[in-house]
């Protein structure tokens, strides 16, 4: 079965720094896909950013910008020149294998400083 | 388009009460996923279906839960009799046939069951 796991319930930091956030998953399939989905204060979850595992390359959406590394079944997410708007939960996701489920992570919660 | 749509948007019930839990999926979409939100459990997947299908109802707390889609543009889930454990946020997302593990998801209904 899958897992996914992120080890920083909370994390702080300050307006225009950059911030990273971890995840790691565990999964015996060859073929899936990695998310991270936001949700602010209005619970609304938004899809942050996506990764095919079979793409080399990281993702990135403007600041947003992804650390893939398959063999260590990391996913880390790199928010740079933070804005309080970036102030949310942040979900880890694994979708893949037979299914179109995703699995989450249990989230961090980022507070952007001003 | 306007995303997915749920209604309502809060519930308040007493606790033995009948909940009906509504959902209208992106148009086009043809999977539709139930998930229930708590601090002590994070995200959980409910039920998905696809094409109108029951897929895995695994995620599915007790009998106590059902959840049916008449048709492609409308689910309901349905808590009957409601307990005061049942309180959470529920959300529905969607997916497309072309991106399946990709979902969209709506702006959850909070549920307290008083």
């Known amino acids: 079965a899958q897992t996914v796991t992120q080890s920083q319930p909370e994390m702080s930091v300050q307006e225009a720094e950059t911030v990273t956030l971890s995840c790691t998953y565990d999964?015996?399939?060859?073929?899936?896909?990695l998310f991270w989905y936001k949700q602010p204060p209005s619970r609304q979850m938004i899809l942050v950013i996506r990764?095919?595992?079979?793409?080399?390359q990281n993702a990135t959406e403007n600041r947003f910008s992804v650390n893939f590394q398959k063999a260590a079944k990391s996913f880390s997410l790199k928010i740079s020149d933070s804005q309080l708007g970036d102030t949310a939960m942040y979900f880890c996701a694994f979708g893949g294998g037979a299914t179109n489920k995703l699995i989450f992570g249990t989230g961090t919660l980022l507070a952007v400083q001003p | 388009d306007a995303g997915v749509i749920q209604s309502p948007r809060h519930e308040v019930t007493e606790m033995g009460q009948e909940v009906t839990l509504r959902c209208k999926p992106i148009?086009?979409?043809?999977?539709l996923f139930w998930y229930r939100q708590t601090m002590m459990r994070g995200l959980e997947l409910l039920i998905y279906f696809n094409n109108n299908v029951p897929i895995d109802d695994s995620g599915m707390p007790e009998d106590r839960f059902s959840a049916k889609m008449p048709n492609a543009s409308f689910s309901t889930l349905k808590i009957q009799p409601s307990e005061p454990r049942d309180s959470a946020v529920y959300f529905c997302a969607s997916s497309p046939r072309t991106r399946m593990d990709e979902q969209f998801f709506g702006p959850g209904t909070r549920l307290t069951v008083l």
């Open positions: 990764q095919e595992a079979y793409k080399q």
């Open positions: 148009s086009g979409h043809n999977s």
């Open positions: 999964t015996s399939e060859s073929n899936y896909y």
